[in-house]
């Protein structure tokens, strides 16, 4: 009689166990699925695919035991930030989101500048080149809070030390990027922004103080002739000064070096049509019509129409003081044309 009564009470004992699983109540998968009937020892990930959850294993997690991430055998509501298992060594609460930076596979960093750019200050010139420390400076090698992304939070000892020419003396203001270019790998004048008087052409590669005298930097005359008033005066050919030409170096010349080519537009409207009307392609120097170099208020309109002399001849021979001459063509055809 004891023996069947403990029996019985084996039996609701087993069924009780059994009901009630290490999963917690509203685990609703079968046992087969992990355990089969010799052992409830987990029979491997083999038996039970992960991807039907809502973290799929890959990389590093592939190899981890199961209890390393559920410590209990409840498994519903495991956490699957990555924080939730792995400690946040940088220290600061705004870098939460590991995958940011880091893949599955391992902890290491790879693509550095990559990340950079979705930040509020991309890698470019010489950041490119930089090591991360150079500006992460915190105690802890790890920390890379948001830190401030003006310039001078890590060139100030740039600013202060600069002596051609002095920032601080000459009044500078601490916003680099009024000057130097981002994307420089250098101070030089090459990374400066004078996009407010282009560094082209003959100006290209210029010194500084070449324009900027005495090491000051401050706004100076950005008229031609405050800086080329001695070639304005040496030129011969022509003449500037003696033939009076403007001082406005831009009505003739470019900025291309030795100061060709030159194109003397205002000739049409001040003088005679030249760029335009029937002589217009007919020339290609200024001495073909100012045969004196010396004195270009002479100019010659036989030179070029002299073998017309006889038919000119015929044409005029009933003009009253008809004379085959430069002065007399001008008076005649101011503007070059036969209806003058």
Same mark, same amino acid.
Request: charged share 20%; with cysteine; net charge negative.
């Given at each position: ?222 008229? @031609?002739?405050? $800086? *080329?008033?001695?070639?304005? +005066? #040496?030129?011969?050919?022509?003449? =500037?000064?003696?033939? &009076? ?55 010659? @309109?036989?030179? $070029? *129409?002299?073998?017309?002399? +006889? #038919?000119?001849?015929?044409?005029? =021979?009933?003009?009253? &003081? ?19």
């Amino acid at each position: 009689m004891i023996k069947w009564i403990l029996n019985i009470v084996l039996i609701l004992s087993s069924m009780i166990a059994w009901s009630q699983s290490p999963h917690g109540k509203d685990f609703d998968r079968k046992c087969s699925v992990c355990h089969n009937s010799m052992s409830w020892d987990f029979q491997g990930q083999e038996s039970f695919n992960h991807d039907s959850t809502d973290f799929k294993l890959i990389g590093q997690h592939q190899k981890v035991d199961c209890v390393m991430c559920h410590e209990t055998l409840v498994f519903k509501n495991t956490p699957t930030e990555c924080v939730s298992c792995h400690t946040n060594i940088h220290q600061s609460s705004d870098i939460q989101d590991c995958e940011r930076c880091h893949t599955n596979n391992n902890w290491m960093v790879f693509n550095i500048n990559e990340i950079h750019q979705q930040s509020r200050f991309p890698l470019v010139g010489a950041h490119q080149q930089a090591s991360c420390y150079d500006c992460h400076t915190a105690g802890n090698v790890f920390d890379f809070k948001v830190m401030s992304v003006e310039c001078v939070s890590c060139h100030s000892v740039d600013y202060y030390g600069t002596t051609a020419p002095n920032h601080m003396e000459a009044g500078y203001g601490t916003d680099c990027e009024a000057c130097h270019s981002v994307a420089s790998f250098d101070w030089s004048s090459d990374g400066v922004d004078h996009s407010f008087f282009p560094l082209t052409k003959g100006h290209d590669g210029i010194n500084c103080i070449d324009c900027h005298g005495g090491g000051a930097f401050t706004a100076i005359d950005n008229r @031609c002739v405050s $800086c *080329h008033d001695e070639d304005y +005066s #040496s030129a011969l050919n022509p003449n =500037h000064r003696s033939l &009076g030409f403007s001082t406005n170096c831009e009505q003739c010349h470019t900025t291309d070096l030795d100061w060709k080519p030159a194109r003397f537009t205002n000739h049409d409207a001040l003088y005679f049509p030249i760029y335009s009307g029937e002589h217009r392609g007919e020339w290609n120097s200024c001495i073909e019509c100012h045969t004196n170099s010396a004195n270009y208020q002479q100019f010659s @309109c036989i030179e $070029c *129409h002299e073998h017309n002399k +006889s #038919s000119m001849d015929r044409e005029h =021979h009933d003009e009253k &003081g008809y004379v085959y001459e430069s002065s007399a063509c001008y008076r005649c055809h101011p503007r070059g044309t036969e209806d003058d």
